[in-house]
């Protein structure tokens, strides 16, 4: 089946990205994640798909990791450049899903629910292939997500308001049958409406732990958050780390 990758992250998103999504830039969601990354990684060179404007690869790459990534979005990418002078991390554009970069690594993530920008199962199954396919032997991957909410459903409901604020109205519109959730985004900066959507196809972490192993990817740890705080039925989110 061909995979035809899409994505909605313009110069515009690019420019404002760390202004519309402040929450991924506070130091303590930031630090907590490159600690965890780095103790992973150790000296081995790692690979992030979806690597946007480098939120994590340039501390990674601070930290001393060697960091590739692979990113969609060229408005995205070429940020990247901007917040690591002196430091050089290799992006080559393409979807994660299908595309290849030399070498091998020790670690590869994907964080930030973007395993959810592939809109079908099979769209996913091939990331997680693909990373396998990258990790050399004794390496893991990593992907942070959130949990379905769906228990926010009421019968006959179909939308979940996520963000409220003065600046930004946030919900989510589900197709239950498809398992297909859209999200909407609403900004009003420097007195200027702005709009974002997109969709995402969720999934479940057994389902996710499947989509490992079809790849030869071994369970191994599952956490509520970048602090390896317990993973339990009420976690919103979680860190899961297979290994090959």
């Known amino acids: 089946m061909l995979i035809v990758a899409d994505t909605r992250f313009d110069e515009w998103i690019a420019d404002h990205y760390e202004l519309l999504w402040p929450e991924l830039f506070d130091p303590l969601v930031l630090d907590p994640a490159v600690r965890f990354l780095a103790d992973l990684a150790g000296a081995r060179p790692?690979?992030?798909?979806?690597v946007g404007t480098g939120r994590l690869a340039v501390p990674l790459a601070e930290h001393g990791c060697p960091v590739a990534g692979i990113e969609l979005s060229a408005a995205m990418a070429s940020r990247i450049d901007r917040g690591s002078p002196g430091r050089h991390i290799?992006?080559?554009?393409?979807?994660?899903?299908t595309t290849q970069v030399a070498g091998?690594?020790?670690?590869?993530?994907?964080?930030?629910?973007?395993i959810t920008n592939l809109?079908?199962?099979?769209?996913?199954?091939?990331?997680?292939?693909?990373?396998?396919?990258?990790?050399?032997?004794?390496?893991?991957?990593?992907?942070?997500?959130?949990?379905?909410?769906?228990?926010k459903l009421p019968p006959g409901e179909t939308t979940t308001v996520f963000s409220a604020t003065p600046s930004h109205l946030g919900y989510?519109?589900?197709?239950?049958?498809a398992q297909i959730a859209v999200s909407h985004h609403h900004w009003m900066i420097g007195g200027e409406l702005r709009s974002f959507?997109?969709?995402?196809?969720?999934?479940?972490p057994a389902e996710l732990d499947?989509?490992?192993?079809l790849a030869g990817l071994t369970f191994q740890?599952?956490?509520?958050?970048?602090?390896?705080?317990?993973?339990?039925?009420?976690?919103?989110?979680?860190?899961?780390?297979?290994?090959?």
Request: hydrophobic content about 40%; proline content about 5%.
């Open 90 to 97: 290799a992006v080559t554009i393409g979807d994660f899903a």
């Open 119 to 151: 809109t079908t199962q099979h769209e996913q199954v091939a990331a997680f292939k693909n990373a396998a396919e990258h990790l050399e032997p004794g390496g893991h991957f990593v992907v942070e997500n959130y949990v379905p909410q769906l228990r």
């Open 46 to 50: 790692v690979l992030e798909f979806g």
């Open 197 to 204: 959507s997109a969709p995402h196809r969720y999934a479940w």
């Open 221 to 244: 740890h599952r956490y509520a958050d970048w602090n390896r705080t317990p993973f339990t039925g009420e976690s919103p989110s979680h860190i899961t780390v297979w290994q090959k």
């Open 172 to 177: 989510e519109v589900y197709d239950v049958a």
């Open 104 to 114: 091998h690594f020790g670690l590869v993530y994907l964080v930030r629910n973007t």
């Open 210 to 213: 499947l989509m490992a192993e």
